[in-house]
């Protein structure tokens, strides 16, 4: 079977990566891809929002499935696209539809989801210019730190966690008076501050049954101490260990059922992947958002862990026969460290060569921010690639990954020394 994965990032290495092991696919390729894909499959330089490129590259090579990476073409519709196209309808795609995919393209929505299923959450409410005075009411009988949150999407920079009520109630009006973040902030909800411990639980599903799929943590502070300004993500750790089997019992049963079974009576086909975000708040789960597709690099961890056939579970997603797929996971620790570019996560370097990745034999070299010029990879994005390793422990598979980074060199490469301290 030929593939088509939307996406370019270490993410969209991942899946390639595992899909390439499997003796059901034939040919893979990847939009737009990086050169790390380059190596394993065919990149096809289009964006994953342009559906008809999109359609255009599907018809041209015979694609029978497409695995979408990023939440924005899911949120733009591309698997509606396709179901009302006569050319595209037959060829599965796993990702959610427009529906489905709200519970990350509006906080707003998903929200009400959690509220209307009894899915434990933070308190909220959400404000826009015209009721702005009521949110300031609402800052009021809250304690800080205050949580606002753009509505829609906004590049993973939409949301504000602030410890003054004045600065709270002055951005509050930047977001919806002057759309601090774009159309994404016309509305903002407003959050209870959740104390706890974060970790992601990602499941898959056909709609009907599930997958629960290994939890992680991830770093998204740029400084070591999870200090400074926030980043697409340093490094990931999986499992996580403070997320025991009694924990995971309580997100199956509070969370994972709840919404899977919410998705149905809702009357929403929903076959994908489901990021859970939570807080593990004196030993009980609470949501703080959901995201339609996989986490990026808390993917480098997760689905190297999955020993059984990614393709294997794509097609029982398609043809919702997911509870007939045998499910296995690799108990070892992964670890990934996210190597990025001088300056990021502001103005940052690009097209810089990167040396000495193929001496790294310990480690997966996921490669996200890379392309190829004159037959060198350089970089050409802020996150430039994750090195995910194994091991017994944690402090293992982390000497592991930084061990395989001395032997990795670009022109003032960053890095988290401390990835996975507060664990260990």
Not at 112 to 140: V, W
Not at 173 to 199: H, P, R
Request: avoid cysteine; aromatic fraction near 8%; charged fraction near 25%.
């Amino acid at each position: 079977m030929n593939i088509l994965i939307l996406g370019a990032g270490g993410r969209e290495h991942s899946f390639a990566l595992k899909l390439s092991q499997s003796n059901k696919v034939n040919q893979l390729f990847v939009a737009p891809g990086n050169a790390g894909t380059s190596q394993i499959a065919t990149n096809v330089n289009i964006s994953p929002t342009d559906f008809n490129a999109v359609k255009e590259t599907v018809l041209n090579n015979q694609i029978e499935m497409v695995v979408v990476g990023p939440e924005a073409p899911l949120v733009d519709g591309v698997h509606d696209f396709f179901l009302a196209d006569t050319e595209l309808k037959n060829i599965p795609v796993i990702g959610p539809k427009k529906d489905g995919a709200l519970l990350e393209g509006s906080k707003d929505f998903s929200k009400i989801f959690m509220e209307k299923h009894n899915i434990p959450t933070a308190r909220y409410q959400s404000f826009t210019k015209d009721n702005l005075s009521e949110g300031f009411a609402f800052l009021e009988t809250l304690s800080p730190p205050y949580v606002l949150k753009a509505d829609g999407l906004a590049a993973g920079k939409g949301v504000l966690i602030l410890d003054s009520l004045e600065e709270a109630k002055k951005e509050l009006e930047e977001m919806v008076s002057n759309q601090k973040f774009g159309e994404a902030s016309s509305t903002v909800v407003i959050e209870e501050f959740l104390d706890g411990i974060e970790l992601s639980v990602f499941v898959l599903t056909d709609g009907k049954s599930y997958k629960i799929l290994p939890s992680a943590k991830d770093y998204k502070r740029i400084g070591e101490g999870d200090k400074g300004l926030n980043t697409g993500g340093m490094g990931a750790i999986s499992p996580v260990p403070f997320a025991t089997e009694d924990f995971l019992k309580k997100v199956e049963e509070r969370v994972i059922i709840p919404t899977v079974n919410g998705l149905q009576k809702d009357g929403i086909d929903y076959r994908g992947f489901i990021f859970i975000g939570l807080m593990n708040v004196d030993g009980n789960p609470q949501v703080i958002e959901y995201n339609v597709r996989m986490g990026d690099p808390e993917t480098e961890v997760v689905i190297p862990r999955i020993e059984s056939d990614l393709f294997d579970l794509f097609e029982g997603v398609a043809n919702q026969t997911l509870h007939e797929k045998s499910f296995s996971i690799n108990p070892k620790i992964a670890t990934t460290v996210m190597l990025v570019s001088g300056g990021y996560p502001e103005a940052y370097e690009k097209g810089n060569e990167i040396t000495g990745i193929d001496t790294v034999t310990d480690s997966i070299v996921f490669h996200s921010g890379t392309t190829t010029s004159d037959n060198k990879v350089v970089s050409s994005g802020g996150r430039v690639m994750t090195i995910t390793s194994f091991g017994e422990t944690i402090e293992e598979a982390l000497k592991t990954s930084y061990a395989s980074i001395e032997k990795i060199h670009f022109d003032n490469m960053n890095f988290r020394k401390d990835i996975g301290f507060d664990l260990i």
